[in-house]
């Protein structure tokens, strides 16, 4: 799982086998070691939620899908899930959940494997 922070914005890339584990075990995780802390992010498949939700707490960023999405998301071809969470102080935190694509061209060193193909990848090689 990839996590990017801009602003008041998050996006989280998932890849197949993450996607997979959302769907089965209703959550995926990961953390980052800081040595004296760390910093965990997880996106959790959520039965009483209507819209995709983000909290903070204890070192932790929880970002809530309605199992509703989660299915869609798992038999169709849609590719990202995007919402806007109105906060308390009356700002906005921009969500963006996405299957996390391989590359059109291969980079060195990097493990695409468990990435879903790319769409464009078929026209770029010419193949229908």
């Given at each position: ?38 910093l ?25 899908l ?20 109105r ?21 060195p ?20």
């Amino acid at each position: 799982m990839k996590l990017r922070i801009r602003g008041n914005s998050i996006r989280i890339r998932v890849t197949q086998s993450e996607l997979d584990e959302i769907g089965m075990d209703g959550e995926v995780r990961e953390s980052v070691d800081f040595g004296d802390s760390r910093l965990t992010y997880a996106l959790v498949r959520d039965a009483f939620d209507n819209e995709p939700s983000a909290t903070f707490r204890e070192n932790v960023i929880t970002l809530r899908l309605p199992a509703g999405t989660v299915r869609e998301w798992l038999d169709t071809d849609l590719v990202s899930i995007r919402a806007t969470q109105r906060l308390d102080n009356g700002g906005e935190l921009q969500l963006l959940i996405e299957k996390d694509f391989a590359c059109l061209e291969p980079r060195p060193g990097e493990d695409e494997s468990d990435m879903f193909p790319h769409p464009e990848a078929a026209g770029k090689w010419g193949h229908s």
